[in-house]
């Protein structure tokens, strides 16, 4: 029984060092990071307004190019104009966007709009996502134009071959729209630009009804003779954004890189390499948030000379996805075309899958972080999302399907606890070996050992179900933070977010108080204690007392304190995390006192309530402690001779 306790001491124990690490060094983290992102917002937005901001540019890749942003040899491609006049100075996102001629984009899921000087994608905000949970709240701003506090931006062109001075589009080149209106699914756009030197480039731009841009750059050839250049496309990103910051959540560069598989850096990865550059066909590649993402989607035939780049600009940091294509050399009065697609929206898996399937890409669907559980985790959602659709409420599901892998999961419960039944039958025989082996450990153990064969009991057979359990209920969790499905979710009575920490607090009795705990210098976080995290921290506690005390008195702290030190780490955790674990709790309560009631071992729920509150304990032969009493220790020695 000892060794089956270390066990599940060695597992609780594990996992508290996780969340603690999380909690304690993770959430402070986060906080500091969030305070840092105000501070630069508010000053940035103090600044004055200038129309014409210059913009800041994104490097365009260059072939043969080895360190992004190297200043381009002579003759291999002309300097990107747009520096800033001011290094790291900044306008409001307003602004900047007034100031420069440009295209609405108004379809049932973005607002936006195309900048026609440089023929960049850098507005879009996202109009099925809000940024609280009140419905007039500002909508999700995804994509924003170079100059303003958070420039973040996808372009495309052709650049120069090696010695090439083809005069091509850059960032200053303002391009023509034929004809006017906005750009709407089944309404495309087209572009032109006039190089004056023979060459007419044309773009056509469509959007469809989700989140998916597509790009067809071509140019005609005037000048008679060829011309050779490369088609690119780029996504950059000004400054590190604020991040969550959790281990199993990936925030930073991301993409497939054919048969290389998948490539996941992080903002302080590339910082640290600076490029990290993949000749592969077959690929996709972007910069990703928890639940937003914008991606490059070559055609899955292309061969492309990919990049993962940082940079220093302006006083902060640029970071950078981009490819380059094969060259396309265009004869006299003929035309070279290239494609490229934009995804910029929301990380919804059934939008996600469909492009995946529909465009036949590499793996997109990992643009979702499913995890090490893959097969697991998305199988998961899967089940949560049916159930989601039937009743209309996201944490309903959640209810469910712990209740459905508690039913699949019950027969190696049903084994674990027999197992725990076995073991509870041989106590007293184990609290006499190590009364006669007190003063010899080896003894001891090989004693037990005898007594275990001898019964005919594995010791750790009532862990190992429990152990194959833990990969599904991690996956559950994963499921439960990273799907932007439970983003905004309500619940029942006042929790409106599932995806969001339960908003209220003991320390204000629940709302009656109207003082803010979170105001509090230092500790503030750690008083936000709600009802759901005290549900669920009394739902462990019964899951603790069900078992009998550990004999170990260190043991039996770290159990009897496990539940308050869960109730406050978990406080901060999303609701429906929260949810899940309180009703799992439930569920384990119940099955456990189901399965040892059916085989008939002692349910100690209600001998250790009593001796919890201190009422006096009924005496328990099998589980009275070897020096209560000299009586009972008198006892058990006849009932060992007899």
């Not at 506690?541 to 039996?556: A, G, I, R």
Request: glycine residues 8%; neutral net charge; aromatic residues 12%.
């Amino acid at each position: 029984m000892n060794d089956q306790k270390n066990m599940f001491l060695a597992i609780g124990l594990s996992l508290l060092v996780i969340i603690g690490w999380q909690y304690f060094v993770g959430g402070p983290q986060l906080e500091r990071q969030r305070e840092e992102a105000r501070l630069r917002q508010a000053q940035q937005q103090a600044q004055q307004a200038a129309p014409g901001a210059p913009a800041q540019p994104g490097t365009v890749p260059q072939p043969g190019t080895a360190q992004p942003g190297a200043t381009p040899q002579p003759g291999a491609a002309p300097a990107i104009p747009g520096q800033p006049t001011v290094p790291g100075q900044s306008f409001t996102r307003d602004a900047v966007l007034a100031a420069s001629p440009r295209v609405p984009i108004e379809t049932d899921t973005i607002r936006g709009s195309i900048s026609l000087r440089g023929g960049r994608i850098d507005d879009v905000s996202l109009i099925k996502y809000r940024e609280t949970v009140n419905p007039n709240s500002p909508p999700i701003v995804l994509l924003a134009p170079s100059g303003s506090p958070h420039p973040f931006y996808a372009q495309f062109g052709w650049t120069n071959a090696a010695g090439g001075k083809v005069k091509v589009p850059d960032d200053n080149t303002v391009w023509t729209q034929q004809g006017a209106g906005a750009l709407r699914t089944g309404s495309p756009i087209t572009l032109t630009f006039d190089n004056g030197e023979g060459l007419e480039f044309r773009r056509i731009i469509s959007v469809d009804e989700n989140y998916l841009f597509s790009v067809e750059d071509s140019v005609v050839n005037r000048t008679g003779e060829p011309v050779t250049l490369y088609p690119y496309a780029l996504i950059s990103r000004h400054g590190k954004p604020e991040i969550l910051g959790y281990f199993i959540l990936h925030e930073g560069l991301i993409g497939v890189m054919g048969d290389q598989g998948l490539q996941e850096f992080t903002y302080s990865d590339i910082e640290s390499k600076k490029q990290v550059p993949f000749s592969v066909t077959n690929a996709w590649l972007g910069i990703t948030d928890k639940y937003w993402a914008a991606t490059l989607l070559p055609e899955t035939n292309a061969k492309v000379q990919a990049s993962f780049s940082a940079r220093d600009l302006n006083n902060r940091k640029a970071y950078q996805t981009d490819y380059l294509l094969d060259p396309v050399t265009i004869a006299p009065d003929g035309t070279g075309s290239a494609r490229a697609r934009l995804f910029a929206g929301a990380k919804e898996v059934s939008i996600v899958d469909g492009y995946d399937t529909a465009l036949k890409l590499n793996r997109f669907e990992l643009l979702i972080d499913w995890g090490w559980f893959y097969f697991i985790t998305k199988p998961l959602f899967w089940l949560l999302d049916f159930f989601f659709r039937y009743f209309g409420n996201f944490g309903v599901a959640i209810l469910l399907v712990t209740v459905v892998i508690k039913i699949v999961f019950f027969p190696l419960a049903n084994k674990s606890y027999v197992s725990m039944a076995k073991m509870k039958a041989v106590q007293p025989q184990m609290l006499q070996i190590r009364e006669r082996y007190a003063d010899d450990k080896v003894k001891q153990q090989q004693a037990l050992m005898e007594l275990y064969k001898q019964e005919r009991i594995n010791p750790l057979a009532g862990c190992l179900p429990i152990l194959i359990q833990i990969p599904v209920f991690f996956a559950l969790y994963k499921v439960l933070f990273i799907t932007i499905e439970m983003r905004h979710a309500p619940f029942f009575g006042w929790i409106r977010d599932l995806a969001a920490p339960d908003p209220t607090t003991i320390f204000n009795l629940f709302g009656l108080i109207p003082w803010n705990p979170a105001n509090v210098p230092v500790i503030g976080l750690y008083l936000m204690i709600g009802v759901w995290p005290i549900i669920m921290g009394i739902t462990m506690w019964f899951q603790m007392k069900l078992n009998p005390s550990p004999p170990d008195p260190t043991q039996k702290m770290i159990f009897d304190w496990m539940p308050f030190i869960f109730t406050i780490m978990l406080a901060s955790f999303p609701a429906g995390l929260v949810i899940y674990w309180a009703w799992n709790n439930t569920l384990s309560v119940l099955q456990q006192s189901y399965i040892m009631k059916k085989h008939g071992a002692k349910i100690e729920l209600w001998d250790n309530l009593r001796e919890t509150f201190g009422m006096k304990k009924a005496a328990v032969q099998d589980n009275q402690p070897p020096t209560e009493k000299k009586k009972g220790k008198e006892g058990k020695e006849k009932q060992a001779q007899s």
